[in-house]
């Protein structure tokens, strides 16, 4: 199979699926076009996945597609971005149709429950590596940055923390308990906070997407804000199926480890009290800003190192 069929066969029917009218052309030209409606700001992100780095060696095809347009679609959530379309660049080792039709259709319903549309992309023969480059929308000078944290602000995370990186552990068990399908599950097929972003955006003082672990990623919101937090270990929301099955070391895996693709943001407390019960509880008020730069965390004896996942630190 030549790569023009591979294209045709597996990628093209991904095409023009977003709710939005802003891509104007999708695959089959030399260019995609995406029109910028009038008061929107472009946003972007790309990202890129290597087998034995990123995910395990022989890890489904259509789970690693689902988790890797989740990852990217993240960044537009912490952005507060609504969704419009993506391009992939994929490196194969051999055009194996059974692995590209499950690859395809795990990608098909990512794109479908992110609302994005395949607009284009590049295939080639190597190590198998997998890009995508997410589009979307922000109305004009509204988008999240992570700059704008204030002294006083709240310190808030969504959902619940630590699952995707106890999952780790659990990737080869062959009978999974229920606990250990829950954890697996997030890892599997994280859901981005979309439309939490978009609901916080003009009211967030500053954003990020949990992806390298909740100390880490916030630290880059105190760094790039210039100000410094005092969090509260048991304020940080855990999953009942982590406490049990990882116990006295659940916050741990909530502090150190990525993958969970929850959004920490930052909120003046008058904007916390203002946002709808609806947004509230979605949230959890882990602490807040303070001037003294650093981040302190009460209640937790652990020496966690905060500086998360990063490619080359192993290789200085």
């Known amino acids: 199979m030549g790569e023009f069929e591979l294209i045709r066969r597996f990628f093209q029917p991904l095409a023009g699926r977003s709710a939005s009218s802003s891509l104007i052309l999708g695959p089959g030209d030399d260019c995609a076009i995406q029109r910028v409606p009038d008061g929107r700001d472009l946003v972007f992100s790309v990202d890129t996945l290597v087998e034995d780095v990123h ?13 890797a347009l989740a990852a990217a679609a993240s960044d537009l959530a912490a952005m507060g971005a609504e969704p419009v379309c993506f391009t992939l660049a994929l490196t194969l080792p051999c055009a194996d149709e059974s692995w590209l039709s499950a690859f395809s259709r795990g990608l098909s319903q990512a794109a479908e429950e992110f609302g994005l549309a395949l607009a284009g992309g590049d ?5 198998l590596v997998v890009t995508l480059q997410v589009h979307g929308v922000v109305p004009k000078g509204q988008g999240l940055h992570r700059n704008g944290a204030k002294n006083g602000d709240l310190v808030c995370v969504s959902g619940c923390l630590g699952d995707a990186g106890a999952a780790l552990e ?4 062959p009978d999974p308990t229920q606990d250990m399908q829950a954890v697996l599950q997030r890892y599997h097929q994280p859901l981005p906070r979309l439309a939490l972003g978009q609901q916080l955006s003009g009211v967030a003082s500053a954003a990020i997407d949990i992806s390298d ?7 880059h919101i105190l760094e790039a804000s210039g100000v410094g937090a005092s969090i509260r270990a048991e304020a940080i929301p855990l999953s009942p199926a982590l406490v049990r099955l990882t116990g006295d070391q659940a916050v741990d895996y909530a502090l150190r480890s990525g993958d969970d693709y929850e959004l920490c943001v930052t909120l003046p407390p008058a904007g916390w009290q203002a946002l709808p019960s609806d947004i509230r509880q979605q949230l959890s008020v882990i602490g807040s800003i303070e001037p003294e730069p650093g981040l302190r965390i009460q209640g937790w004896q652990g020496t966690a190192d905060q500086h998360g996942f990063d490619h080359f630190r192993s290789m200085s």
């Open 55 to 67: 995910f395990p060696k022989a890890y489904p095809s259509d789970k690693l597609a689902w988790r």
């Open 123 to 127: 295939t080639t023969r190597g190590p």
């Open 170 to 173: 659990y990737l080869a068990e």
């Open 213 to 219: 672990g909740l100390a880490a990623d916030l630290e």
